[in-house]
């Protein structure tokens, strides 16, 4: 009987995270599901599906509000996000995050412990073990030592001890590196449409657990003593290695066919199939906008102000801006929709963003403006490089939005990431710095379908902390500023981690917030200290302000 129910649920997890994939869409009751269908071609897509969306809306909103790319419509909803801005980082907060992924990496370990005599499914082991790689480190990066080697056992260990952030990191790596043994040997059969990333090509896959293990040892770039031997020697094993050429995406079949067969970050932030907009919960198009921040670092540190029913313009004096005078970035429009300002013409609009905390009347969300006059998400981060169309009517991008690829490592974010390395450890990196970090802005504006990549290199290659020049320090800031700005909206937890690494970009706390700096982690969830009380940390709220034993391993 128990080994029934496990399996029920098990296979309740399965079908419900894949249903939108077309070979797996069938009329399968998964409380009467067959035990041999539970091999790893079944598993596997549900695994990344399910992993994925939870990474598409809620890390991707907790980062972007983190990070000061967006904020809540006060012109509609009054003063939202109350506990993000403040912050108030409690055990119920952004609870999802751990409970979902923790589930559903659950699901990859089950295709490693696979019993498989012939080898027939060796290639799913190390594409899950890739995956299981990728997801434990944003787990590790967000909530530091947390359950790994007597982890994901479903009820063979439903209290699992904690290990060291440090060796979680090694343990992975390690796996990377025996994934791609495995991919080496040729051993396994193609898993073909399965593969929900790469379609069955074994060499991507290849190149993507690198570009894993080089973000996990450049995070590591503050370690000293015995890690930064570690990292360095590791550094080493990558010297002459290859990388995505495009961007990582899965895609399992999305389709605006119904609710459940939508791209996560669609369904959750831009339309419903039915072309309604997402209103449940803490979804929605109407809730969230461009903050103020991410909308001055875009229009060239330019806003419209309304004063007697015109848009006056205006800069910030603030020197967090100043790097960002007169450089109106090409992604813009594309990012966010733009606005014309009151009074103006359309060649003034520009993204019209707000304070994060500040409510009407307040500075940052000035009178005079409506909920409809500041600027949502546009059509580049709703349907990438599809030009095609041109408004963001539902009607008009429900269809095209719901099948977008959903992303795991966008190619901008790879060629930032080897700019970082090739300029802290030119010796492990093919190419120069300069190379991959103008690549990185290109890559960028060729995801969201803008134009004027080359225009814009050579416009901040002038400024320091914004293009490529000046001091390592500044170039340093350039990266993330830029990274910052390629990932809002795809994969903005990365830059949420790098922030906490190196302090960059520069990211102004809300008005209403109540301390001086961002959390340096989250607070284990409350399932978390009810289910493994013996073993879970008691992290409090103040130790997620302060550099201490709690930290992230890398960031203290």
């Not at 009151?342 to 994060?356: K, M, P």
């Not at 995801?447 to 490529?468: H, M, R």
Request: glycine share 8%; charged share 15%; net charge neutral.
């Amino acid at each position: 009987m128990k080994n029934k129910i496990i399996l029920m649920a098990l296979s309740a997890t399965l079908f419900g995270s894949i249903s939108c994939n077309d070979f797996l869409d069938t009329n399968v009751d998964p409380d009467r599901v067959d035990a041999n269908l539970l091999t790893p071609n079944y598993i596997f897509p549900g695994a990344v599906t399910g992993t994925h969306a939870i990474q598409a809306r809620n890390l991707n909103a907790f980062a972007g509000v983190q990070m000061n790319s967006l904020a809540g419509n006060s012109y509609s909803f009054g003063t939202p996000f109350v506990d993000d801005y403040t912050p108030n980082i409690t055990s119920g907060y952004n609870a999802a995050i751990w409970d979902t992924m923790f589930r559903n990496v659950t699901n990859f370990q089950t295709i490693i412990d696979f019993k498989d005599q012939n080898g027939e499914y060796t290639r799913y082991k190390a594409m899950s073990m890739i995956m299981k790689a990728y997801y434990v480190q944003i787990l590790t990066d967000l909530y530091g030592d947390m359950p790994y080697t007597e982890a994901f056992k479903r009820e063979l260990n439903l209290s699992p001890k904690y290990d060291k952030g440090e060796d979680i990191y090694k343990a992975s790596i390690a796996d990377l590196e025996s994934a791609v043994q495995m991919i080496t040997s040729g051993a396994g059969t193609s898993p073909a449409s399965a593969d929900i990333v790469f379609n069955g090509d074994m060499s991507k896959w290849t190149s993507f657990a690198n570009a894993i293990k080089l973000r996990y040892l450049v995070r590591m770039s503050n370690v000293t003593g015995e890690m930064a031997t570690y990292r360095d020697q590791k550094l080493s094993t990558l010297a002459g290695a290859t990388y995505p050429a495009t961007d990582v995406t899965t895609n399992p079949g999305y389709s605006s066919a119904s609710d459940t067969k939508q791209n996560p970050f669609t369904n959750y932030w831009i339309v419903l199939s039915s072309g309604a907009r997402p209103t449940a919960g803490n979804q929605g198009y109407n809730l969230y906008t461009a903050s103020e921040h991410i909308a001055l670092a875009l229009n060239g540190n330019l806003r419209y102000i309304p004063q007697d029913g015109v848009g006056v313009a205006t800069s910030d004096s603030r020197d967090v801006y100043q790097k960002f005078n007169g450089i109106k970035d090409g992604r813009r429009g594309r990012m966010f929709t733009l606005i014309t300002p009151l009074g103006g013409v359309a060649a003034d609009a520009t993204v019209e963003g707000v304070r994060q905390g500040a409510t009407p009347g307040q500075p940052g969300a000035e009178a005079g403006r409506t909920a409809n006059t500041v600027s949502r998400f546009g059509l580049g981060l709703i349907l990438g490089n599809n030009t095609s169309i041109t408004s963001t009517a539902p009607a008009a991008i429900v269809a095209a939005a719901s099948a977008k690829p959903g992303v795991l490592m966008s190619k901008a974010e790879i060629e930032l990431l080897l700019a970082e390395a090739a300029l802290r450890y030119p010796a492990n990196i093919s190419g120069s710095a300069q190379s991959h970090f103008e690549a990185g802005i290109t890559a960028s504006y060729n995801y969201l379908g803008a134009s004027g990549s080359a225009a814009y290199i050579t416009s901040v290659n002038s400024v320091p902390k914004l293009g490529w020049t000046g001091s390592t320090d500044n170039k340093i800031e350039a990266i993330m500023t830029q990274k910052w700005i390629a990932l809002t909206g795809v994969n903005p937890e990365q830059s949420f981690f790098d922030y906490t690494r190196t302090g960059y970009p520069v990211t102004p706390l809300a008005t209403i917030a109540t301390g001086t700096v961002k959390p340096n982690r989250l607070i284990y969830p409350t399932s978390e200290y009810a289910s493994n009380a013996n073993n879970v940390p008691n992290v409090t709220a103040a130790d997620v302000f302060t550099k201490n034993m709690f930290t992230p391993f890398w960031a203290r």
